[in-house]
């Protein structure tokens, strides 16, 4: 191991010392470890006097529009989609049928914790996700999901309105998944180093949510 983290509870300067002491180190062993860690910190060019001068925001450096980019191209190639039926993914946004889009579940949950827990420079939650890519192509409406507004600049083209709720009242919920078009359920839990999930459920309130708008939509193309 070449870096503890987040702490160095077991290896410190005490331990390693006594390790070196005792022979159950060497200093090659700690040169190595060095070497490893400081590789990355040249290649990345944080060795530099003008990679930051400590005035500058750091958020500078690590959001330009190029990473920004890479990020998004990472969890795009990251996500696994365990089924598409009826070919439903990606949504069309020149589908005009699609009027209503209904965003429910967890808006919060942007990272886990511990020491790799990361705090993004930006976040574009699901629903402003899809507002961007309609009104990209002029269906955009100024929607109710906390988003930067975009008025509609081509009327030929209906309108999409994306609508978020947080699906903590089922009830509310359900009848907002009734008068859409398109149903997007979010779900997500955190976890962190130091302590086991007793299990891999999202809980029985999120699972339930899940359950309850799935069998709806079930019952809906049934009746179609």
Not at 16 to 29: E, K, P, R, W
Not at 116 to 145: C, D, K, Q, W, Y
């Amino acid at each position: 191991m070449d870096q503890e983290l987040p702490l160095g509870l077991h290896y410190n300067i005490h331990s390693i010392q006594s390790n070196l002491d005792s022979g159950a180190i060497n200093i090659t062993h700690i040169d190595t470890a060095i070497t490893h860690y400081l590789t990355s910190i040249i290649a990345i060019g944080a060795m530099e006097e003008d990679y930051c001068d400590g005035t500058e925001d750091p958020n500078n450096i690590v959001s330009t529009e190029e990473h920004l980019q890479l990020a998004r191209e990472i969890v795009a190639k990251s996500t696994v989609l365990l089924e598409n039926k009826d070919d439903l993914l990606p949504l069309d946004v020149y589908d005009m049928k699609i009027e209503t889009i209904v965003v429910i579940g967890d808006n919060s949950t942007i990272a886990g914790g511990g020491s790799g827990s990361v705090s993004p420079s930006v976040i574009v939650t699901h629903a402003m996700g899809l507002e961007l890519a309609f009104a990209e192509v002029g269906r955009g409406t100024t929607g109710n999901s906390n988003s930067k507004p975009y008025s509609n600049s081509n009327t030929s083209k209906t309108p999409v309105n994306v609508i978020y709720n947080d699906g903590l009242d089922l009830e509310v919920a359900m009848a907002l998944a009734a008068s859409a078009d398109i149903v997007v359920v979010v779900v997500g839990v955190t976890s962190c180093e130091g302590s086991d999930r007793d299990t891999l459920s999202m809980g029985d309130k999120q699972n339930t949510l899940v359950s309850s708008i799935a069998d709806m939509e079930s019952v809906r193309e049934k009746g179609q």
